[in-house]
């Protein structure tokens, strides 16, 4: 089993930039993909990007080529999401999940564990 904890969230003004961290415990890492998914008020959860722990493989979302960064940090057991220029269409509580495979674009109905999730509003 795999233990996620979103940090990072918080309240920031249109135009500003946040890390968001995902601390993961209880299981090696190598063989799965860590992903970040948001939902936004009213709307379904959607996926933003992924990393393969082993490979550093990554895929982003169409919304998230151009602000997003998604990396890891092996000392720390941890996946982060840059996240510069924000705007409103970003306030959304911002999930990690974890699944074991290979596939960085994988439906977010495969992913197994997921962690409570980090707010981030966005003031205009």
């Known amino acids: 089993q795999v233990q996620l904890v979103e940090s990072g969230g918080g309240l920031v003004q249109a135009g500003g930039s946040l890390r968001l961290s995902c601390a993961a415990s209880?299981?090696?890492?190598?063989?799965?993909?860590l992903g970040w998914f948001r939902q936004a008020p009213g709307k379904e959860r959607e996926f933003v990007a992924a990393?393969?722990?082993?490979?550093?493989?990554?895929g982003y979302a169409d919304l998230a080529k151009r602000r997003f960064t998604i990396s890891k940090d092996d000392a720390e057991n941890t996946v982060h999401l840059q996240i510069v220029n924000l705007n409103s269409e970003d306030t959304a509580v911002y999930y990690c999940?974890?699944?074991?495979?290979?596939?960085?674009?994988?439906?977010?109905?495969?992913?197994?564990?997921w962690g409570r999730g980090t707010q981030v509003t966005v003031s205009s």
């Open positions: 209880g299981s090696s890492l190598s063989g799965y993909v």
């Open positions: 990393i393969k722990w082993a490979d550093r493989r990554i």
């Open positions: 999940a974890a699944r074991l495979g290979d596939s960085v674009f994988a439906a977010m109905s495969l992913y197994d564990y």
